[in-house]
């Protein structure tokens, strides 16, 4: 089946500071990953995501992913975090062919001044 | 741009009543979906459309019903409410292998 892990429900980092929110994947087969992101009372948008062209996603607002299929994981990363940032992230993943995306549980990103 | 509209956003029913949640997009998309959001349980797929005249259940269907109205409109329907659906309901669709566009969700509490 296809499911995605967040490790971590809450993540806070200093303005400034490296992002990095955790995703692995479980898959037979390479998927489709994607990031996306939900501002407060808000839908969610797309950050990104990974179709098989290449490992390092670039994204929106400067977030980017690589995709490890040594690890089966789809990290996000932004070099600084700004205050704009604090929001929840959401990592999916959809099987080759497939129509449904699987959402993981979230990673709710705190921006500490 | 309108994008993805659900209607209402906001809503409260009694445990029994019934209700439906609109959904229309403007993107001229041929898959639909009914996701519902819980805190820790992020979003899981209750129904999906992937085109016009199709509709399939998702991970989470018992409690709920829809109808693909036409290629615009996807419609959620509660027939019985229970306090388990207090939830937030998400709409959304997509073209072929495209990215999902969302509404802006609906908050239903059932007391």
């Known amino acids: 089946a296809q499911s995605v892990t967040q490790l971590g429900s809450h993540v806070s980092v200093s303005e400034g500071a490296l992002v990095l929110l955790r995703c692995n994947y479980s898959?037979?087969?390479?998927?489709?990953l994607f990031w996306y992101v939900q501002y407060p009372n808000q839908g969610l948008q797309l950050l990104l995501k990974y179709t098989s062209a290449a490992t390092l996603v670039k994204g929106i607002n400067g977030f980017e992913a690589e995709f490890k299929k040594s690890e089966t994981s789809f990290h996000l990363t932004k070099p600084s975090a700004h205050m704009s940032d604090a929001a929840e992230y959401f990592c999916a993943v959809r099987k080759t062919g497939a129509n449904n995306l699987f959402f993981g549980t979230g990673t709710r990103l705190t921006v500490i001044p | 741009n309108a994008g993805v509209t659900q209607t209402p956003k906001f809503q409260v029913l009694k445990t029994g009543q019934s209700m439906t949640l609109q959904c229309a997009q403007d993107m001229n998309h041929n898959s639909m979906y009914w996701y519902r959001q819980d805190p820790g349980m992020g979003l899981r797929l209750i129904y999906y459309?992937?085109?016009?005249?199709?509709?399939d259940k998702g991970e989470v269907p018992n409690g709920y019903n829809v109808s693909r109205l036409n290629k615009r409109e996807f419609s959620l329907r509660l027939e019985s409410a229970a306090p388990s659906q207090t939830s937030v309901y998400f709409c959304?669709?997509?073209?072929?292998?495209?990215?999902?566009?969302f509404g802006e969700g609906s908050r239903l509490t059932v007391l």
């Open positions: 898959s037979s087969v390479p998927p489709y």
């Open positions: 959304a669709s997509k073209q072929g292998a495209g990215e999902l566009f």
């Open positions: 459309s992937a085109s016009e005249g199709t509709t």
